[in-house]
């Protein structure tokens, strides 16, 4: 694709390995919504052009054939970049429109892990955000508890993800939360970073549920 002058000039700016997070918001907030744009920079290939081109993707236009073009993409990008594009496409569009939630809640055996990762990463949210938790707890756990250890680390990391918040904010399946945990030893003794919370699940479940006296 043929670049514009408006889509050269942001290149320019942000195509230095110090570009943040924030410096990218700032412009998506100048510019706002333009899809036209948002594709170019996503032709660019590069991981902080495709970033800004989520935040100025016009949501309503997005339908399932793009979304699914967008995956394919992201595919093609090393691991550590290919799983921030994804959670950042989720949480800054896909996850505020009944229409691409509705995508969403069919994608849990789609071919593609980066799909089911989205599936479960939606479950997990729908628990974390505070709302009184969806009546498919126990179905959910029964299907991690069957799936996620043959799963690929991008999905066993949400399906894990969904079992931490069940067992923060469901107290009756919670040590049945923390028996998956134990018994898939995932992310056990994993070290991270000041501040956050660890993966192992009886190490979150207990932290998130203190920090919340549930």
């Not at 660019?44 to 970033?51: L, P, T, V």
Request: hydrophobic residues 40%.
């Amino acid at each position: 694709m043929k670049l514009s002058a408006a889509a050269k000039n942001i290149l320019t700016q942000i195509s230095d390995k110090k570009t943040k997070l924030g410096d990218l918001r700032i412009i998506a907030k100048e510019i706002k919504k333009d899809q036209a744009l948002a594709m170019e920079l996503w032709s660019s290939e590069q991981f902080f052009a495709r970033q800004l081109a989520i935040l100025i993707i016009d949501k309503k236009l997005l339908t399932e054939v793009t979304i699914n073009e967008l995956i394919a993409d992201m595919n093609k990008h090393e691991d550590n970049e290919k799983l921030q594009l994804i959670d950042w496409l989720f949480a800054n569009q896909l996850s505020k429109d009944k229409k691409t939630i509705e995508l969403i809640e069919r994608w849990e055996n789609n071919k593609s892990s980066l799909h089911r990762r989205v599936f479960w990463y939606y479950q997990a949210r729908l628990r974390w955000v505070g709302q009184t938790p969806p009546p498919n707890s126990d179905a959910l756990l029964t299907k991690i508890e069957s799936k996620i250890e043959k799963e690929v680390p991008e999905v066993q990391w949400a399906m894990n993800f969904t079992a931490g918040w069940i067992g923060v904010y469901e107290k009756e399946y919670r040590n049945r939360c923390i028996k998956i945990g134990e018994k898939t030893g995932l992310y056990k003794g994993e070290m991270v970073s000041k501040g956050c919370t660890p993966d192992y699940l009886p190490e979150f479940i207990a932290i998130e549920s203190n920090k919340r006296n549930l």
